[in-house]
């Protein structure tokens, strides 16, 4: 896995006390909790892009680390050139649609001067800061599965008839440690919702406290953000298994972030029917 970038408040803040405070570059280590091999990188990497200090106003985030990698400025032959975040993240709201796909378009599109995929979603995730802050979730162990049915279904052939037809992909995600079930039945119906719900405890040999569903009609009667009402054989299964639900709100996919992140990580596989290492997928006859 490769190593995540320090941020951009670290490297301004560096090299506002070489500059300002003159300071060395053991004590600049020992102020900013850098390793002094990393100060000497970037102290170096400005000498080499010629940047001025105080920094040129305007000077985006995304535009200094970029300055700072050795790239060369924009409409300097060979400059890298930046991905359009603002429709990447709208892209990224289809369903199917995954940041590897998103990369091997725009490498395509500029297949001399693009951004390497880690480095491409690096620059995403510092755009994605600029947008609205939310809470970080911490899961306990065991503490709560995230359920619901993934993006597009997929086909299912009879070897001897010829006939195709159409599975949703349920997916049971752990929310502390990312553990995940899926499996693909021939309908969302009321049966095969609680059915999916019984085998995924058998996957995983025990029952969560609490159970993160999506509003699906099959689970929810009626969606609110306060009291939800369930359906009645639903709540009978809750009982009988000693557990307890609590529906994402509506219109709040961050709530169900796990299952989402999940799905992705199944549809961007590359594989027809594959799934993470540590999941499991059966198929409801």
């Not at 490297?11 to 004590?27: D, N, P, V």
Request: glycine share 6%; charged share 20%; net charge neutral.
């Amino acid at each position: 896995m490769p190593v995540r970038p320090i941020s951009m408040r670290q490297i301004k803040e560096l090299l506002r006390l070489h500059y300002e405070a003159h300071l060395s570059q053991r004590q600049i280590a020992a102020v900013t909790g850098l390793s002094v091999g990393v100060v000497n990188k970037y102290l170096g990497a400005a000498v080499v892009a010629g940047l001025p200090w105080p920094l040129p106003e305007g000077l985006s985030e995304t535009e200094l680390r970029g300055r700072l990698s050795g790239l060369a400025e924009p409409g300097v032959a060979g400059a890298k050139v930046l991905p359009d975040f603002a429709q990447i993240h709208l892209e990224l709201k289809r369903k199917g649609v995954t940041r590897q796909l998103l990369w091997e378009e725009y490498s395509a599109e500029y297949p001399t001067n693009h951004y390497r995929y880690t480095q491409f979603c690096v620059l995403y995730q510092e755009w994605q800061q600029h947008l609205r802050v939310t809470l970080r979730q911490t899961h306990r162990a065991g503490e709560k599965l995230f359920v619901d049915y993934c993006g597009p279904s997929v086909p299912i052939i009879d070897l001897t008839t010829g006939e195709e037809r159409r599975a949703q992909i349920f997916v049971a995600v752990l929310g502390a440690s990312n553990y995940t079930y899926a499996e693909a039945t021939f309908s969302q119906s009321l049966p095969e919702w609680i059915s999916s719900h019984v085998r995924a405890f058998s996957f995983f040999d025990g029952v969560p406290e609490l159970i993160i569903p999506d509003n699906l009609r099959s689970g929810v009667t009626r969606p609110c953000r306060y009291e939800p009402l369930l359906t009645r054989s639903y709540t009978e299964m809750l009982q009988h298994y000693g557990t307890l639900a609590m529906p994402a709100r509506p219109r709040k996919p961050r709530d169900k972030s796990w299952v989402s992140y999940c799905t992705s990580s199944l549809l961007s596989s590359g594989e027809s029917g594959a799934v993470a290492p540590t999941s499991a997928m059966s198929f409801d006859d």
